[in-house]
């Protein structure tokens, strides 16, 4: 496979002639219906070929197309399943895999940030990438004090295919709508946008790693490997001993695993913010590795790439945010609506009464109102379905309430978390750890 694309011209059409693949496809699906085919035969292979093309372009592209594609792989467990069956396979190969670019340009880019003596320190590199994501690959290799380690490189030509990708994403949103039907794609793209120049930087990457790595040592549930070294588009951190991720688990782990590792998940990502001051804010299952315990056992959880973080002014989660979720599950939904208000979550001119409130909130405190929930993609297309449907009472709902500035990375954050707790079909203590966690739940 070739490197990035250096020419914008060239990745603007391959976006821009997703939506217009799409409709092609759908023309064809008719005139095979016309011939006789089945209704629901060529909805299937219509969905089937748009799933191939749309995730290997993303992937292919890398950038913020293969970011984005990412991005929307953690929502996958909202899709009704009849729609969310082609793309599951796409899905979850793009995240935790992509093409590699070859060796020559990946030793030139290490003599460039560490030096022409680059060989005297890292000792041995396997020209192979043990994982390519969006903006870099990574390669085992060994240090001179003889450590196993990751060494990260940014692709030559990220910066430009980054933003230059989500600009024409944000331009073609509408049409890439059906290709994801379920799926609001624009904030997505827009939230993406916003934390393109964080996650091009590895030297911020490396000082979020080392405040984790140094809270999280000698952690019974959670591995952060340490930073070795960090130059400009490479990152070299300590190796971390692991043949698979939470996308294994969510393919083929058993019940055990599933609720073991879900649990280490979900407790890493709300007491993180308040042991590091920062929330990890990029949750798809390729940056979670699985550490085995004794005799195979499931074990600890390895956490992977800190370019996402966000730094939380309070270094915690907003006690608002606790008490909110707290007066909720004791379905006091006019104090609700107050709090709300003073929030800012409700506009000084919008109205809203208590049963309505009740009718859109009351199925999301589920999770926090029992001792223990079981996530599952039922109940998460069941959400999304209540919330997308017009005829319904959650949807005038959703669409008055707003969502604060502050808030809004937490949300994106929290709500793909809950993605991958459905994807996993884990059974968790949910309230437990919102009430161990979470600022303001207790109280």
């Known amino acids: 496979m070739s490197e990035l694309p250096r020419k914008a011209v060239a990745r603007t059409a391959k976006l821009a002639a997703l939506p217009l693949g799409y409709a092609g496809r759908t023309a064809w699906g008719l005139g095979k219906r016309m011939g006789g085919a089945s209704a629901e035969a060529v909805l299937a292979e219509v969905q089937q070929r748009t799933a191939e093309q749309l995730f290997r372009t993303l992937g292919d592209l890398k950038g913020g197309a293969m970011k984005f594609g990412q991005a929307m792989s953690i929502f996958e467990a909202a899709l009704p399943e009849e729609l969310a069956a082609p793309y599951r396979e796409q899905l979850t190969r793009l995240q935790d895999s992509a093409p590699p670019m070859p060796t020559m340009t990946v030793r030139e880019i290490l003599a460039r940030e560490l030096g022409a003596d680059w060989r005297d320190h890292l000792v041995e590199l396997d020209p192979v990438p ?95 490997p340490d930073v070795v070294v960090s130059a400009g588009t490479v990152l070299v951190t300590e190796w971390i001993e692991s043949q698979d991720s939470l996308a294994r688990i969510i393919r083929e782990g058993t019940q055990e695993e599933r609720d073991h590792y879900g649990e280490r998940f979900l407790r890493f990502m709300f007491a993180a913010p308040g042991r590091t001051g920062m929330l990890h804010a990029d949750p798809h299952p390729g940056n979670f590795r699985l550490l085995p315990g004794p005799g195979g056992s499931p074990g600890r959880l390895g956490v992977l790439d800190f370019g996402a973080v966000a730094r939380l002014p309070e270094r915690q989660l907003p006690r608002s945010l606790g008490a909110l979720i707290r007066i909720a599950t004791m379905a006091d939904y006019e104090q609700l609506l107050a709090a709300l208000r003073d929030e800012g979550f409700i506009r000084e001119r919008v109205r809203i009464d208590a049963d309505q409130l009740r009718a859109y909130l009351g199925p999301f405190i589920e999770p926090a109102s029992v001792a223990e929930f079981h996530f599952s993609r039922t109940w998460m297309q069941e959400q999304f379905r209540r919330v997308q449907d017009p005829r319904g009472e959650a949807y005038p709902v959703m669409l008055r309430l707003n969502l604060p500035p502050a808030y809004m990375l937490i949300h994106r954050t929290f709500a793909g978390g809950i993605g991958v707790l459905s994807q996993l079909e884990a059974t968790l203590p949910f309230r437990e750890v919102l009430r161990e966690s979470l600022p303001g739940f207790a109280d």
């Open 130 to 224: 043990a994982a390519a994501a969006s903006i870099g690959q990574v390669h085992r290799g060994r240090w001179a004090d003889g450590r196993e380690v990751a060494v990260k490189v940014q692709y030559p030509g990220s910066a430009e295919a980054l933003t230059s990708d989500l600009r024409q994403l944000a331009r073609v949103a509408r049409g890439l709508g059906p290709l994801v039907p379920g799926l609001d794609i624009k904030p997505l793209i827009a939230e993406l946008q916003a934390r393109a120049v964080e996650e091009l930087d590895y030297e911020l990457e490396a000082e979020a790693q080392r405040a984790f790595a140094e809270e999280f040592r000698d952690d019974p549930d959670i591995v952060v």
